[in-house]
Protein backbone atom coordinates (compact mmCIF):
# COMPACT_ATOMS: atom_id res chain seq x y z
CA UNK A 1 0.00 0.00 0.00
CA UNK A 2 2.54 2.01 0.87
CA UNK A 3 4.94 2.64 -2.14
CA UNK A 4 1.79 3.28 -4.38
CA UNK A 5 1.11 6.05 -2.21
CA UNK A 6 3.91 8.26 -3.76
CA UNK A 7 3.53 5.96 -7.31
CA UNK A 8 -0.04 7.73 -7.07
CA UNK A 9 1.54 11.41 -6.59
CA UNK A 10 3.88 10.96 -9.27
CA UNK A 11 2.32 9.74 -11.53
CA UNK A 12 -0.34 12.48 -11.64
CA UNK A 13 3.09 14.96 -12.71
CA UNK A 14 1.22 18.25 -13.04
CA UNK A 15 2.88 20.86 -10.73
CA UNK A 16 -0.55 21.77 -9.41
CA UNK A 17 -1.27 21.01 -6.05
CA UNK A 18 -5.46 20.81 -6.55
CA UNK A 19 -4.81 17.48 -8.74
CA UNK A 20 -2.53 16.31 -6.11
CA UNK A 21 -5.57 17.06 -3.75
CA UNK A 22 -7.72 15.01 -5.94
CA UNK A 23 -5.36 12.01 -6.30
CA UNK A 24 -4.99 11.59 -2.88
CA UNK A 25 -9.05 11.42 -2.56
CA UNK A 26 -8.94 8.78 -5.10
CA UNK A 27 -6.32 7.08 -3.80
CA UNK A 28 -7.12 7.23 -0.49
CA UNK A 29 -10.91 5.51 -1.49
CA UNK A 30 -8.57 3.04 -3.59
CA UNK A 31 -6.77 2.46 -0.38
CA UNK A 32 -9.62 1.63 1.82
CA UNK A 33 -11.00 -0.72 -0.51
CA UNK A 34 -7.87 -3.13 -0.94
CA UNK A 35 -7.61 -2.71 2.95
CA UNK A 36 -11.23 -3.68 3.21
CA UNK A 37 -9.80 -6.79 0.92
CA UNK A 38 -6.93 -7.94 2.53
CA UNK A 39 -8.13 -7.06 6.27
CA UNK A 40 -11.18 -10.28 5.05
CA UNK A 41 -7.87 -12.36 4.25
CA UNK A 42 -6.26 -11.40 7.56
CA UNK A 43 -9.48 -12.07 9.75
CA UNK A 44 -9.38 -15.43 8.10
CA UNK A 45 -5.47 -16.22 8.15
CA UNK A 46 -5.22 -15.33 12.11
CA UNK A 47 -8.39 -16.48 12.95
CA UNK A 48 -7.05 -20.09 11.12
CA UNK A 49 -3.98 -19.76 13.40
CA UNK A 50 -5.47 -19.41 16.59
CA UNK A 51 -7.85 -22.11 16.02
CA UNK A 52 -4.57 -24.16 14.75
CA UNK A 53 -5.70 -24.49 11.20
CA UNK A 54 -4.34 -23.53 7.76
CA UNK A 55 -7.01 -20.59 6.95
CA UNK A 56 -7.61 -20.22 2.94
CA UNK A 57 -4.67 -21.52 0.54
CA UNK A 58 -5.95 -22.45 -2.08
CA UNK A 59 -6.82 -19.64 -4.42
CA UNK A 60 -3.43 -17.64 -5.25
CA UNK A 61 -0.41 -18.11 -3.49
CA UNK A 62 -0.83 -18.56 0.17
CA UNK A 63 -4.97 -17.88 -0.57
CA UNK A 64 -3.99 -14.35 -0.95
CA UNK A 65 -6.69 -13.89 -3.76
CA UNK A 66 -9.41 -15.58 -1.76
CA UNK A 67 -10.97 -12.20 -0.79
CA UNK A 68 -11.29 -11.80 -4.80
CA UNK A 69 -12.97 -15.09 -4.98
CA UNK A 70 -15.27 -13.96 -2.19
CA UNK A 71 -16.06 -10.56 -3.69
CA UNK A 72 -16.95 -12.73 -7.22
CA UNK A 73 -19.08 -14.99 -5.29
CA UNK A 74 -20.97 -12.14 -3.56
CA UNK A 75 -21.43 -10.75 -6.92
CA UNK A 76 -22.81 -13.21 -8.16
CA UNK A 77 -25.32 -14.24 -5.76
CA UNK A 78 -29.07 -13.14 -5.84
CA UNK A 79 -29.81 -9.82 -4.37
CA UNK A 80 -33.14 -10.90 -2.35
CA UNK A 81 -35.02 -8.82 -0.65
CA UNK A 82 -38.19 -9.65 1.82
CA UNK A 83 -41.29 -9.14 0.45
CA UNK A 84 -42.91 -7.26 3.60
CA UNK A 85 -39.74 -5.03 3.57
CA UNK A 86 -39.33 -1.34 2.92
CA UNK A 87 -38.14 -1.07 -0.64
CA UNK A 88 -36.23 2.17 -0.45
CA UNK A 89 -35.15 2.37 2.87
CA UNK A 90 -33.97 -1.45 2.63
CA UNK A 91 -31.48 -0.31 -0.37
CA UNK A 92 -30.47 2.64 1.32
CA UNK A 93 -29.29 1.18 5.23
CA UNK A 94 -26.17 -0.34 3.54
CA UNK A 95 -25.16 2.66 1.70
CA UNK A 96 -25.71 5.25 4.66
CA UNK A 97 -23.39 2.66 6.73
CA UNK A 98 -20.61 1.98 3.79
CA UNK A 99 -20.68 6.13 3.30
CA UNK A 100 -20.60 6.91 6.62
CA UNK A 101 -17.84 4.69 7.07
CA UNK A 102 -16.07 6.27 4.09
CA UNK A 103 -16.52 10.14 5.18
CA UNK A 104 -14.93 9.49 8.45
CA UNK A 105 -11.89 9.20 6.85
CA UNK A 106 -11.82 12.55 5.09
CA UNK A 107 -9.91 14.16 8.29
CA UNK A 108 -7.35 11.33 8.84
CA UNK A 109 -3.57 12.37 8.13
CA UNK A 110 -1.35 9.84 6.91
CA UNK A 111 1.80 11.18 6.43
CA UNK A 112 3.59 13.76 6.66
CA UNK A 113 3.70 17.39 4.34
CA UNK A 114 5.53 16.76 1.23
CA UNK A 115 6.13 17.71 -2.53
CA UNK A 116 6.87 13.78 -4.07
CA UNK A 117 10.46 15.20 -5.01
CA UNK A 118 9.79 18.74 -6.14
CA UNK A 119 6.93 17.46 -8.45
CA UNK A 120 4.81 20.35 -6.95
CA UNK A 121 5.10 23.72 -6.16
CA UNK A 122 4.31 23.62 -2.96
CA UNK A 123 4.04 20.49 -0.21
CA UNK A 124 0.47 19.04 0.22
CA UNK A 125 -0.46 17.54 3.42
CA UNK A 126 -1.34 13.39 3.20
CA UNK A 127 -4.42 13.61 4.12
CA UNK A 128 -8.22 14.72 2.40
CA UNK A 129 -9.02 17.93 3.91
CA UNK A 130 -7.27 19.24 7.11
CA UNK A 131 -10.27 21.01 9.25
CA UNK A 132 -9.39 22.33 12.40
CA UNK A 133 -12.89 20.28 14.03
CA UNK A 134 -11.52 17.24 12.18
CA UNK A 135 -12.06 15.35 15.97
CA UNK A 136 -15.35 16.65 16.06
CA UNK A 137 -16.01 15.48 12.68
CA UNK A 138 -15.24 12.04 13.58
CA UNK A 139 -17.57 11.95 15.72
CA UNK A 140 -20.37 13.47 14.21
CA UNK A 141 -19.18 10.50 11.41
CA UNK A 142 -19.48 7.84 13.86
CA UNK A 143 -22.93 9.36 14.92
CA UNK A 144 -24.46 9.34 11.31
CA UNK A 145 -23.37 5.27 10.57
CA UNK A 146 -26.12 4.15 13.88
CA UNK A 147 -28.41 5.10 10.74
CA UNK A 148 -27.55 2.84 8.47
CA UNK A 149 -27.88 -0.15 11.28
CA UNK A 150 -31.07 1.09 12.62
CA UNK A 151 -32.89 1.35 9.25
CA UNK A 152 -31.13 -2.26 8.22
CA UNK A 153 -32.80 -3.54 10.91
CA UNK A 154 -36.03 -1.83 10.83
CA UNK A 155 -37.07 -1.87 6.94
CA UNK A 156 -36.07 -5.60 7.20
CA UNK A 157 -39.26 -5.85 8.82
CA UNK A 158 -37.67 -9.09 10.81
CA UNK A 159 -37.71 -9.30 14.32
CA UNK A 160 -33.61 -10.48 14.49
CA UNK A 161 -33.16 -7.86 12.23
CA UNK A 162 -35.10 -5.24 14.65
CA UNK A 163 -33.62 -6.96 17.54
CA UNK A 164 -30.19 -6.81 15.95
CA UNK A 165 -30.72 -3.05 15.32
CA UNK A 166 -31.65 -1.87 18.52
CA UNK A 167 -29.20 -3.95 20.03
CA UNK A 168 -26.42 -1.98 17.72
CA UNK A 169 -27.74 1.77 18.56
CA UNK A 170 -28.30 1.36 22.45
CA UNK A 171 -24.88 0.06 22.43
CA UNK A 172 -23.30 2.73 20.10
CA UNK A 173 -24.94 5.51 21.60
CA UNK A 174 -23.68 4.46 24.97
CA UNK A 175 -20.40 3.90 23.84
CA UNK A 176 -20.42 7.38 22.15
CA UNK A 177 -20.32 9.13 25.28
CA UNK A 178 -16.93 7.08 26.40
CA UNK A 179 -15.48 7.67 23.42
CA UNK A 180 -15.86 11.24 23.04
CA UNK A 181 -14.42 12.11 26.63
CA UNK A 182 -11.31 10.06 25.63
CA UNK A 183 -11.14 12.20 22.55
CA UNK A 184 -11.48 15.22 24.65
CA UNK A 185 -8.79 14.38 26.86
CA UNK A 186 -6.76 14.31 24.00
CA UNK A 187 -7.64 17.92 22.48
CA UNK A 188 -7.09 19.29 25.87
CA UNK A 189 -3.43 17.89 25.74
CA UNK A 190 -2.59 18.68 22.20
CA UNK A 191 -4.75 22.21 22.43
CA UNK A 192 -6.29 21.54 18.60
CA UNK A 193 -8.73 20.24 17.10
CA UNK A 194 -7.05 19.24 13.76
CA UNK A 195 -5.29 15.79 13.64
CA UNK A 196 -2.66 16.51 11.96
CA UNK A 197 -1.68 19.38 14.86
CA UNK A 198 -2.39 16.51 17.41
CA UNK A 199 -0.13 14.43 15.74
CA UNK A 200 2.61 17.08 15.28
CA UNK A 201 2.23 17.59 18.86
CA UNK A 202 3.30 14.42 19.32
CA UNK A 203 6.86 14.83 17.82
CA UNK A 204 10.00 14.57 19.36
CA UNK A 205 11.13 12.24 22.22
CA UNK A 206 11.58 12.42 26.32
CA UNK A 207 15.09 11.82 27.79
CA UNK A 208 16.32 11.14 24.09
CA UNK A 209 14.48 8.06 23.56
CA UNK A 210 10.56 7.59 24.76
CA UNK A 211 8.98 9.32 21.90
CA UNK A 212 6.42 11.68 23.10
CA UNK A 213 3.41 9.87 22.20
CA UNK A 214 0.03 10.59 24.03
CA UNK A 215 -0.16 7.05 24.49
CA UNK A 216 2.30 7.26 27.51
CA UNK A 217 0.34 10.70 29.10
CA UNK A 218 -3.36 9.36 28.28
CA UNK A 219 -2.48 5.14 29.00
CA UNK A 220 -6.02 5.37 30.50
CA UNK A 221 -7.34 7.36 27.62
CA UNK A 222 -6.12 5.00 25.01
CA UNK A 223 -7.84 1.67 26.60
CA UNK A 224 -11.08 3.81 27.00
CA UNK A 225 -10.79 4.85 23.33
CA UNK A 226 -9.94 1.09 22.28
CA UNK A 227 -12.80 -0.36 23.92
CA UNK A 228 -15.18 2.04 22.61
CA UNK A 229 -13.50 2.02 19.35
CA UNK A 230 -14.61 -1.96 19.44
CA UNK A 231 -17.91 -0.90 20.76
CA UNK A 232 -18.73 1.36 18.06
CA UNK A 233 -17.62 -0.76 15.38
CA UNK A 234 -19.47 -3.80 16.39
CA UNK A 235 -17.04 -6.50 16.81
CA UNK A 236 -16.20 -9.10 19.25
CA UNK A 237 -16.38 -9.59 22.19
CA UNK A 238 -18.59 -6.61 21.65
CA UNK A 239 -20.87 -7.94 18.31
CA UNK A 240 -24.13 -8.35 19.94
CA UNK A 241 -25.78 -6.76 17.13
CA UNK A 242 -24.98 -9.71 14.50
CA UNK A 243 -24.40 -11.81 17.46
CA UNK A 244 -25.59 -15.27 15.97
CA UNK A 245 -26.52 -17.35 18.49
CA UNK A 246 -29.03 -15.46 19.49
CA UNK A 247 -29.89 -13.38 16.48
CA UNK A 248 -28.87 -15.41 13.39
CA UNK A 249 -26.90 -12.57 11.85
CA UNK A 250 -28.87 -9.43 13.66
CA UNK A 251 -29.34 -6.37 11.48
CA UNK A 252 -28.38 -7.74 8.15
CA UNK A 253 -29.87 -11.12 8.33
CA UNK A 254 -32.41 -10.19 5.59
CA UNK A 255 -29.56 -8.93 3.53
CA UNK A 256 -27.52 -10.85 0.40
CA UNK A 257 -25.33 -10.51 -2.12
CA UNK A 258 -23.91 -7.03 -3.00
CA UNK A 259 -25.81 -5.43 0.02
CA UNK A 260 -24.60 -7.31 2.23
CA UNK A 261 -20.93 -6.86 0.57
CA UNK A 262 -21.70 -2.79 1.68
CA UNK A 263 -22.71 -4.01 5.24
CA UNK A 264 -19.20 -5.98 5.21
CA UNK A 265 -17.19 -3.23 4.18
CA UNK A 266 -18.27 -0.84 6.24
CA UNK A 267 -17.37 -2.59 9.57
CA UNK A 268 -13.94 -3.37 7.83
CA UNK A 269 -13.38 0.03 6.70
CA UNK A 270 -14.32 1.19 10.02
CA UNK A 271 -11.66 -1.08 12.02
CA UNK A 272 -9.61 0.68 10.02
CA UNK A 273 -10.85 4.58 10.39
CA UNK A 274 -10.50 3.65 14.43
CA UNK A 275 -7.29 2.05 13.96
CA UNK A 276 -5.94 4.82 11.90
CA UNK A 277 -7.50 7.56 14.24
CA UNK A 278 -5.99 5.66 17.44
CA UNK A 279 -2.57 5.81 15.69
CA UNK A 280 -2.81 9.66 15.23
CA UNK A 281 -3.94 10.35 18.28
CA UNK A 282 -2.11 8.42 20.59
CA UNK A 283 0.41 6.53 18.61
CA UNK A 284 2.12 9.53 17.17
CA UNK A 285 1.19 9.15 13.62
CA UNK A 286 3.91 9.39 11.21
CA UNK A 287 6.61 10.33 14.31
CA UNK A 288 8.84 7.70 15.16
CA UNK A 289 12.47 6.85 15.74
CA UNK A 290 14.84 5.59 13.57
CA UNK A 291 12.96 7.30 10.26
CA UNK A 292 13.36 10.56 8.84
CA UNK A 293 10.03 12.59 8.23
CA UNK A 294 9.09 11.40 4.26
CA UNK A 295 9.12 8.38 5.29
CA UNK A 296 6.96 8.93 8.29
CA UNK A 297 3.71 6.99 6.32
CA UNK A 298 5.90 3.55 7.05
CA UNK A 299 5.60 4.26 11.16
CA UNK A 300 1.92 4.94 10.20
CA UNK A 301 1.06 1.73 8.52
CA UNK A 302 3.18 -0.41 10.82
CA UNK A 303 1.05 1.18 13.54
CA UNK A 304 -2.33 1.08 12.11
CA UNK A 305 -1.42 -2.56 10.93
CA UNK A 306 -0.78 -3.69 14.59
CA UNK A 307 -4.23 -1.70 15.74
CA UNK A 308 -5.59 -4.17 13.01
CA UNK A 309 -3.94 -7.64 14.37
CA UNK A 310 -4.71 -6.56 17.45
CA UNK A 311 -8.72 -6.28 16.97
CA UNK A 312 -8.59 -9.73 15.11
CA UNK A 313 -6.40 -10.91 17.65
CA UNK A 314 -9.39 -9.97 20.06
CA UNK A 315 -12.16 -10.88 18.29
CA UNK A 316 -10.51 -15.02 18.50
CA UNK A 317 -9.53 -14.99 21.45
CA UNK A 318 -12.14 -13.11 23.89
CA UNK A 319 -15.62 -14.41 24.39
CA UNK A 320 -18.90 -12.52 23.94
CA UNK A 321 -20.42 -10.65 27.17
CA UNK A 322 -23.72 -11.15 27.85
CA UNK A 323 -25.93 -8.34 26.73
CA UNK A 324 -26.46 -6.42 30.33
CA UNK A 325 -22.85 -6.71 31.05
CA UNK A 326 -21.69 -4.91 28.48
CA UNK A 327 -24.37 -1.85 29.51
CA UNK A 328 -23.28 -2.20 32.98
CA UNK A 329 -19.72 -1.82 31.25
CA UNK A 330 -20.15 1.12 29.67
CA UNK A 331 -22.09 3.10 31.80
CA UNK A 332 -21.11 2.33 35.02
CA UNK A 333 -17.33 1.70 34.27
CA UNK A 334 -15.87 3.31 31.25
CA UNK A 335 -18.45 6.48 31.23
CA UNK A 336 -16.83 7.52 35.41
CA UNK A 337 -13.30 6.50 34.21
CA UNK A 338 -13.16 8.38 31.00
CA UNK A 339 -15.06 11.44 33.00
CA UNK A 340 -12.52 11.05 35.92
CA UNK A 341 -9.62 11.15 33.19
CA UNK A 342 -10.93 14.13 31.20
CA UNK A 343 -10.94 16.04 34.29
CA UNK A 344 -7.63 15.05 35.39
CA UNK A 345 -5.80 15.74 32.24
CA UNK A 346 -7.21 18.98 32.18
CA UNK A 347 -6.34 19.83 35.83
CA UNK A 348 -2.96 18.63 34.58
CA UNK A 349 -2.82 21.03 31.31
CA UNK A 350 -3.78 23.94 33.78
CA UNK A 351 -1.50 23.45 36.96
CA UNK A 352 1.28 21.48 36.24
CA UNK A 353 1.28 22.56 32.21
CA UNK A 354 2.10 18.69 30.62
CA UNK B 1 -16.50 32.87 -5.32
CA UNK B 2 -18.11 31.15 -8.06
CA UNK B 3 -17.95 27.61 -6.82
CA UNK B 4 -18.85 28.91 -3.03
CA UNK B 5 -21.86 30.36 -4.72
CA UNK B 6 -22.95 26.87 -6.64
CA UNK B 7 -22.38 25.14 -3.13
CA UNK B 8 -24.36 27.88 -1.72
CA UNK B 9 -27.60 26.84 -4.16
CA UNK B 10 -26.63 23.30 -4.04
CA UNK B 11 -26.97 22.88 0.43
CA UNK B 12 -29.75 25.61 0.14
CA UNK B 13 -31.60 23.26 -2.09
CA UNK B 14 -31.02 20.40 -0.57
CA UNK B 15 -32.01 22.12 2.70
CA UNK B 16 -35.17 23.49 1.08
CA UNK B 17 -36.12 20.59 -1.00
CA UNK B 18 -36.11 17.56 2.22
CA UNK B 19 -37.43 20.26 4.38
CA UNK B 20 -40.91 20.70 1.97
CA UNK B 21 -41.14 16.80 1.78
CA UNK B 22 -40.71 16.15 4.85
CA UNK B 23 -44.40 17.84 5.78
CA UNK B 24 -45.77 17.26 2.13
CA UNK B 25 -45.03 13.07 2.24
CA UNK B 26 -47.02 10.94 4.78
CA UNK B 27 -44.58 8.40 5.81
CA UNK B 28 -42.90 9.07 9.77
CA UNK B 29 -39.95 7.12 9.23
CA UNK B 30 -39.25 9.22 5.69
CA UNK B 31 -40.13 12.68 7.50
CA UNK B 32 -37.37 11.76 10.26
CA UNK B 33 -34.65 10.72 7.74
CA UNK B 34 -35.43 13.97 5.40
CA UNK B 35 -35.35 15.94 8.52
CA UNK B 36 -31.91 14.83 9.00
CA UNK B 37 -31.23 15.67 4.81
CA UNK B 38 -32.49 19.18 5.75
CA UNK B 39 -29.79 19.11 9.22
CA UNK B 40 -27.34 17.99 6.50
CA UNK B 41 -28.08 20.67 4.56
CA UNK B 42 -27.97 23.11 6.96
CA UNK B 43 -24.63 21.64 8.15
CA UNK B 44 -23.08 23.02 4.65
CA UNK B 45 -24.08 26.44 4.64
CA UNK B 46 -22.36 26.92 7.95
CA UNK B 47 -19.37 25.56 6.99
CA UNK B 48 -19.73 28.55 4.16
CA UNK B 49 -20.90 31.06 6.16
CA UNK B 50 -17.04 30.15 7.82
CA UNK B 51 -18.72 28.38 10.95
CA UNK B 52 -17.40 24.60 10.86
CA UNK B 53 -17.70 24.42 14.25
CA UNK B 54 -21.11 24.72 14.44
CA UNK B 55 -21.36 22.75 11.34
CA UNK B 56 -20.45 19.75 13.37
CA UNK B 57 -22.31 20.29 16.59
CA UNK B 58 -25.43 20.94 14.19
CA UNK B 59 -24.43 17.35 12.85
CA UNK B 60 -23.90 16.09 15.98
CA UNK B 61 -26.73 17.28 18.20
CA UNK B 62 -29.31 17.62 15.72
CA UNK B 63 -28.78 15.28 12.65
CA UNK B 64 -27.30 12.47 15.13
CA UNK B 65 -28.53 12.60 18.39
CA UNK B 66 -31.63 14.34 18.47
CA UNK B 67 -33.11 12.66 15.39
CA UNK B 68 -31.78 8.83 16.10
CA UNK B 69 -34.58 9.79 19.30
CA UNK B 70 -36.72 10.64 16.99
CA UNK B 71 -36.27 7.54 14.62
CA UNK B 72 -36.29 5.20 17.18
CA UNK B 73 -40.01 6.72 18.33
CA UNK B 74 -41.49 6.43 15.14
CA UNK B 75 -40.07 3.54 14.46
CA UNK B 76 -41.82 1.90 17.61
CA UNK B 77 -45.05 3.75 17.69
CA UNK B 78 -45.19 1.42 14.50
CA UNK B 79 -47.01 3.98 12.71
CA UNK B 80 -46.78 3.53 9.38
CA UNK B 81 -48.82 6.29 7.92
CA UNK B 82 -49.97 9.23 9.15
CA UNK B 83 -53.64 9.59 8.67
CA UNK B 84 -55.24 12.72 7.03
CA UNK B 85 -57.72 14.34 9.86
CA UNK B 86 -60.61 15.66 8.50
CA UNK B 87 -62.43 16.19 10.93
CA UNK B 88 -61.97 17.68 14.85
CA UNK B 89 -59.87 20.62 15.78
CA UNK B 90 -57.22 20.34 13.34
CA UNK B 91 -60.25 21.62 10.84
CA UNK B 92 -62.13 24.20 12.69
CA UNK B 93 -62.31 27.57 11.38
CA UNK B 94 -61.02 28.75 14.33
CA UNK B 95 -57.44 27.11 13.70
CA UNK B 96 -57.48 27.75 9.87
CA UNK B 97 -57.45 31.62 11.05
CA UNK B 98 -54.59 31.39 13.61
CA UNK B 99 -52.76 29.57 11.49
CA UNK B 100 -52.68 31.77 8.51
CA UNK B 101 -51.60 34.38 11.08
CA UNK B 102 -49.23 32.98 12.32
CA UNK B 103 -47.95 32.66 8.75
CA UNK B 104 -48.60 35.84 7.83
CA UNK B 105 -46.39 37.17 11.33
CA UNK B 106 -43.68 34.71 10.23
CA UNK B 107 -43.42 36.23 6.54
CA UNK B 108 -43.45 39.63 8.13
CA UNK B 109 -40.95 38.76 10.36
CA UNK B 110 -38.65 36.68 7.57
CA UNK B 111 -38.64 40.02 5.50
CA UNK B 112 -37.68 42.44 8.29
CA UNK B 113 -35.27 40.33 9.37
CA UNK B 114 -33.56 39.95 5.56
CA UNK B 115 -34.17 43.74 5.13
CA UNK B 116 -32.05 44.60 8.38
CA UNK B 117 -29.05 42.05 7.16
CA UNK B 118 -27.69 43.90 4.69
CA UNK B 119 -27.27 47.23 7.02
CA UNK B 120 -25.21 44.77 9.86
CA UNK B 121 -21.95 45.95 10.74
CA UNK B 122 -19.80 43.49 9.30
CA UNK B 123 -20.43 40.48 7.29
CA UNK B 124 -20.52 36.65 8.00
CA UNK B 125 -17.98 36.05 5.34
CA UNK B 126 -15.59 38.84 6.49
CA UNK B 127 -12.44 36.64 7.25
CA UNK B 128 -10.82 38.95 8.99
CA UNK B 129 -13.22 38.47 11.98
CA UNK B 130 -13.79 34.71 12.82
CA UNK B 131 -15.76 34.90 15.99
CA UNK B 132 -16.40 31.27 15.16
CA UNK B 133 -13.70 29.24 16.20
CA UNK B 134 -13.91 26.94 19.52
CA UNK B 135 -11.33 28.98 21.81
CA UNK B 136 -13.34 32.19 20.64
CA UNK B 137 -16.23 30.37 20.88
CA UNK B 138 -15.41 29.09 24.50
CA UNK B 139 -13.83 32.42 25.84
CA UNK B 140 -17.17 34.01 25.00
CA UNK B 141 -20.01 31.19 26.64
CA UNK B 142 -17.89 31.41 29.60
CA UNK B 143 -17.08 35.26 30.11
CA UNK B 144 -19.73 37.14 28.32
CA UNK B 145 -22.56 34.91 28.25
CA UNK B 146 -21.80 32.78 31.69
CA UNK B 147 -25.11 33.41 32.96
CA UNK B 148 -27.25 32.14 30.01
CA UNK B 149 -24.93 28.85 29.70
CA UNK B 150 -25.41 28.35 32.80
CA UNK B 151 -28.87 28.87 33.23
CA UNK B 152 -29.28 26.33 30.43
CA UNK B 153 -27.26 23.67 31.59
CA UNK B 154 -29.46 23.93 34.94
CA UNK B 155 -32.71 24.04 32.97
CA UNK B 156 -30.99 20.58 30.74
CA UNK B 157 -29.96 19.05 34.46
CA UNK B 158 -33.36 19.38 35.68
CA UNK B 159 -34.69 18.34 32.50
CA UNK B 160 -32.29 15.27 32.93
CA UNK B 161 -33.87 14.45 36.51
CA UNK B 162 -36.86 14.52 35.60
CA UNK B 163 -37.14 12.38 32.70
CA UNK B 164 -34.86 9.90 34.81
CA UNK B 165 -37.40 9.70 37.68
CA UNK B 166 -40.70 9.44 35.43
CA UNK B 167 -38.94 6.56 33.83
CA UNK B 168 -37.87 5.35 37.16
CA UNK B 169 -41.15 5.32 38.50
CA UNK B 170 -42.72 3.22 35.64
CA UNK B 171 -39.58 0.44 35.99
CA UNK B 172 -39.99 0.32 39.87
CA UNK B 173 -44.01 0.02 39.08
CA UNK B 174 -43.45 -2.99 36.09
CA UNK B 175 -41.25 -4.39 38.39
CA UNK B 176 -43.91 -4.96 41.14
CA UNK B 177 -46.55 -6.28 38.71
CA UNK B 178 -44.06 -9.13 37.50
CA UNK B 179 -43.25 -9.49 41.08
CA UNK B 180 -39.81 -8.93 40.44
CA UNK B 181 -37.33 -8.03 43.01
CA UNK B 182 -37.08 -4.20 42.50
CA UNK B 183 -33.61 -3.62 43.86
CA UNK B 184 -32.21 -5.50 41.13
CA UNK B 185 -32.75 -2.33 38.81
CA UNK B 186 -29.74 -3.70 36.68
CA UNK B 187 -31.32 -6.32 35.22
CA UNK B 188 -34.77 -5.01 34.75
CA UNK B 189 -32.67 -2.42 33.12
CA UNK B 190 -31.19 -4.28 30.35
CA UNK B 191 -34.58 -6.43 29.78
CA UNK B 192 -36.36 -3.40 29.36
CA UNK B 193 -33.99 -1.88 27.04
CA UNK B 194 -33.23 -4.68 25.01
CA UNK B 195 -36.24 -7.04 24.62
CA UNK B 196 -39.26 -5.74 26.22
CA UNK B 197 -39.35 -2.55 23.96
CA UNK B 198 -38.25 -4.13 20.83
CA UNK B 199 -40.47 -7.17 21.01
CA UNK B 200 -43.29 -4.35 22.34
CA UNK B 201 -42.77 -2.09 19.47
CA UNK B 202 -42.69 -5.27 16.72
CA UNK B 203 -44.80 -7.58 17.61
CA UNK B 204 -47.88 -5.70 15.84
CA UNK B 205 -46.38 -5.61 12.30
Known amino acids: MAPASRRAGERALIPSVAIAQLVIVGFVFVVLLTAAAGMVYMERKVAARIQQRMGPTLVGPYGLLQPLADIIKLAMKEDTRPKAADPILFALAPIISAAAAFTAFAVVPFGAETDFFGLLDQPVPLQIADVNVAILWVFAVASMGVYGIVLAGWSSNSKYSLLGALRSSAQMISYELSYGMALAAVLVLAGSMSIREIVDAQAGAWLGFI ?62 AVSAIASNLYLGGWHGPLLPLWLGWIWFLLKVGFLLFFYVWMRWTLPRYRYDQLMAFGWKFLLPLSVINLLATAAGVLYFGI | MGFELILFYVFAAIAIGTTLLVVVQSNPVYSVLLLIGSFIGLAGLYVLLQAPFVAVIQIIVYAGAIMVLFLFVVMLLNAPREE ?69 SILILVAMIGAITLAGRQLTEGARLKSRPAGDASRTDGGMAEGGRAEGGRAQL
Do not use: C, K
Not at chain 1, 245 to 258: I, N, R, W
Not at chain 2, 114 to 124: C, D, E, F, G
Open chain 2, 84 to 152: LVTSGILESPATRTIGAMLAIAFAAELAWALNRSSTLAWTVTDVTRRPFSVPEIGRRLFQDYAFAFEAT
Open chain 1, 211 to 272: PRWFVFLQPIGFFIFMTAGVAETNRAPFDFPEAEQELVAGYHTEYSSMSFAMFFLAEYINMV
